[in-house]
């Protein structure tokens, strides 16, 4: 185990913990001082007894074993999110120059990171970038996966705008099953109500009215916190986004300009504008002004952005 045993004791003297205060696990402490000093690995259930020893989630530690550094995935979405939101096209293509070069080492996973940055790349700059093989890929890998965790959720969530319908359709409804055992974890709940949100305005946009509201129904599940204003917004904003596309009704549009006008006051003024952008392409507005093609999509990145304004 890579530096663990180090960073484990570190954790633990900071508390004020001896040795023989972690024995409840079960573990010795000759046991456990080998492996703090790196002579020794432990199985992944001691590991786990030993964290519980001194009162520290496995994602926390796992943080400090990164540096302080969030995951691969999250570190390139926030890259992506930056890139959008200044349309900076030129610094898109060098990342994706980067995780091609990575792609190199035959790793599936960059493999994967490839072809979302070519997914944004292409929605940013209009250019041709993915293949209907990189989502035959993208597809394949998400439908063999028995159980999704985080990565395959960011994953799925930041593609799915793109993907054919029915293969959405049944990888939504296959995700709600794939996750069950993770429900409980707020990070991944958050990230199961964020991924229903992005779908429900996928399917508005698609005009796919009656699949939209069963990602309604799922949205009426998640009961959003008061604290979760991100959330709170944009289902307000996609509910009367659902309301004009089946009626037409234009105070529908009132309520959506509210939702933006929340949005700023936030400070989260990257994220109202692409709001604006997408309300404008419903009036049909011509402007100088290059206005995105595709729904509101948001990268989990700028959700975090927006939520954590909000408390």
């Known amino acids: 185990m890579k ?6 004791k570190k954790f633990r003297v900071s508390r004020g913990l001896r040795l023989k205060d972690i024995t409840n696990a079960g573990i010795s402490k000759s046991q456990l001082s080998r492996f703090e000093n790196g002579d020794t690995d432990l199985t992944i259930t001691k590991f786990m007894l030993i964290l519980d020893e001194i009162n520290m989630p496995i994602d926390e530690f796992m943080y400090a074993v990164h540096e302080f550094h969030r995951d691969e995935l999250n570190d390139l979405l926030e890259q992506i999110s930056k890139y959008i939101s200044t349309r900076d096209i030129q610094g898109m293509k060098k990342l994706l120059i980067s995780q091609m070069e990575k792609r190199d080492r035959k790793d599936k996973f960059y493999a994967l990171n490839t072809i979302l940055v070519k997914i944004r790349l292409q929605d940013l700059s209009g250019e041709c970038q993915y293949t209907k093989q990189d989502l035959n890929y993208l597809t394949d890998y998400l439908f063999s996966v028995e159980y999704w965790g985080c990565y395959e959720l960011l994953l799925f969530m930041n593609t799915l705008d793109v993907l054919n319908h029915k293969a959405f359709m049944v990888l939504s409804r296959e995700m709600s099953r794939r996750t069950d055992f993770f429900k409980e974890i707020p990070t991944h709940r958050r990230l199961m109500s964020t991924m229903f ?13 009656i699949d939209a509201l069963y990602f309604e129904k799922q949205l009426h599940y998640c009961f959003f916190k008061e604290t979760e204003m991100y959330e709170r917004l944009v289902f307000l904003y996609a509910q009367n986004l659902y309301n004009y596309k089946k009626n037409q009704d234009n105070r529908a549009i009132i309520e959506m300009k509210k939702c933006i006008g929340a949005m700023k006051l936030s400070g989260s003024n990257h994220i109202a504008e692409k709001y604006e952008q997408h309300l404008k392409k419903i009036w049909k507005i011509k402007s100088n002004v290059q206005i995105w093609e595709n729904s509101p999509f948001l990268l989990f990145s700028d959700i975090l952005q927006l939520s954590n304004k909000g408390g």
């Open 3 to 8: 530096n663990f045993g180090e960073i484990f």
């Open 197 to 209: 949100l992005n779908a429900y305005i996928t399917c508005i946009e698609r005009n796919k009215l």
